[in-house]
């Protein structure tokens, strides 16, 4: 049986860096609700590395 180990959440810095754009076009796709998921952890904001890849492939169409 394998163990599942548990990817760590990406920052939006983390995130900026794997799409290749601007942190604060993360801020706006967020406002606009266009980007990829997201979820607050306390004051810090947090994306799950799963979720910003399957909204990646979901854009490739």
């Given at each position: 049986?394998?163990?599942r180990t548990i990817e760590q959440l990406w920052t939006?810095?983390?995130v900026s860096t794997f799409l290749g754009v601007p942190v604060s076009t993360?801020?706006?796709w967020r406002?606009?609700?266009t980007g990829p998921r997201a979820s607050r952890v306390g004051r810090h904001?947090?994306?799950d590395p799963a979720d910003?890849?399957?909204w990646l492939v979901k854009?490739?169409?």
């Open positions: 049986m394998k163990a939006a810095e983390d993360l801020y706006q406002y606009r609700r904001l947090r994306y910003v890849r399957a854009q490739a169409g």
